[in-house]
């Protein structure tokens, strides 16, 4: 089994020690703050909690870096090679922090938001992995596959590329429903009308691509049903409308269309 | 016990009369097609269908037209007021479709995407009413509260609100989810990584507005992170990746924001 030291206690790190916990030895949790050290180590049953990194065991097989993006390289910096397999979790650092300080070493990045507050089964979570040689990225692979199903090679490059995915897919979709709110706000409707509505789009992702699952006036290319709709907005709103419908018509030429 | 005719068998049709005869009496269904007719009868336990227009029952109390929208005043003008209440189910069609043809009628809209392969429970399902008297909308409300948790007054200026809030709800949400894909595509990237991404930003809208609940580089004014993005993007995902963050940073000015 293998031995794995954990540093953090904040959001990413609470949701890999629960997983990690389950198919491994989690041998050690570090934080800064003792008191979260030990508050995660006992929630997972592991007797091990240090605040010092100097402390830090040095016959673990795997070392998982799970703190703020800034601190990685101070953490990086206040430890030294044993030879294990060292990797940090962020998806916008590159893999370069370790260079020069390790010999093996990676980036284990798990797609999603995590919260202290609530632990997220990591089965279903996509981890986007990266090491600097094939024998290190064959361990992480397997670490990976020990508690996910989707577990991925991902280079910097392709790690960018997620992450703007993840600004179209997560926050810029959240603005389309703060833009729907505030067009209902003003005649006095309940944005929760949305929400089954926004579910069943949801749902719809499980069966078909999203550009296939697309429906509304601009796919239809019911420029009056689109016209009318640009009379009653103003600002922001009323251009993005006009963008946004452009931009599915485009993809959607006429004659494809079949209703 | 309230006597209802259903006339329509397609989609909406069919998840009203599954919803209404489990606390009404469903007495006749309509279709023009009667095998369609004489299907969603025996799913729900009625005994009359017909596809004549002719042979409607004229004692039920409420006459549901829930047919495509330009077929709604074939089915007004090929029937005859009996002073019960006629409602039809189209949220873009105006109430003035009944004018000088019955005396007592509405709008009985449910806010939802059906469709004729799965019966949609509609006690979570938005209904928006509108009716022609103060007593043709308490029983129309009335019926909207047998079936359904979400019944509120709306009339065309709010139907229309209501509209354009689903285009950007799901519409031009499931767009990012196309461009999103695109971004991936082209690094090979499966679509599938942002699923649990996307279901935990909905899941947040369970507690928090859409507006309480942004996350992501614009709404940080993180502007290194964002210019980093638009350098990789090109077309109107650029221009629409620019405009949307722009769009978030007007709404978030920095002071207010902690992270």
């Known amino acids: 089994m293998k031995r794995v030291v954990i540093i953090g206690s904040g959001n990413v790190a609470t949701s890999l020690a629960h997983g990690l916990a389950a198919c491994c030895e989690v041998a050690q949790i570090y934080s800064r703050r003792l008191a979260h050290a030990r508050e995660l180590a006992a929630a997972i049953g592991c007797e091990n909690a240090t605040d010092d990194l100097q402390t830090l ?3 673990a097989d795997v070392y998982i870096i799970a703190v703020r993006d800034d601190a990685i ?14 990797v940090h979790t962020s998806g916008s650092k590159p893999i370069d922090l370790f260079a020069g300080q390790r010999s093996r070493y990676g980036v284990f990045w798990p797609m999603q938001s995590f919260s202290r ?3 997220v089964p990591l089965d279903d ?4 992995a ?4 094939d024998s290190a990225l064959a361990d992480l692979l397997s670490l990976g596959h020990l508690i996910s199903r989707h577990v991925m090679e991902a280079d910097s490059e392709k790690r960018l590329r997620l992450h703007i995915a993840s600004v179209f897919s997560c926050n810029f979709a959240n603005h389309m429903w703060t833009l729907a709110d505030e067009v209902l706000n003003e005649a006095g409707l309940p944005f929760d009308a949305m929400l089954p509505l ?3 789009t949801i749902e719809k992702l499980n069966h078909l691509s999203p550009a296939h699952s697309q429906t509304g006036p601009a796919v239809r290319h019911d420029t009056q049903v689109v016209s009318n709709h640009l009379s009653i907005l103003d600002g922001d709103k009323r251009e993005l409308y006009r963008l946004l419908s452009q931009s599915i ?3 959607n030429p006429l004659n494809d269309h079949v209703e």
Do not use: C, P, Q, Y
Request: charged fraction near 25%; aromatic fraction near 8%.
């Open 57 to 59: 065991i040095s016959d």
């Open 73 to 86: 390289a101070e953490v990086i910096n206040g430890t030294t090679d044993n030879g294990a397999l060292w």
């Open 117 to 119: 507050e609530m632990v």
């Open 125 to 128: 979570v996509h981890f986007f």
């Open 130 to 133: 990266e090491a600097n040689n």
């Open 198 to 200: 926004i579910r069943t």
């Open 249 to 251: 018509m485009k993809r």
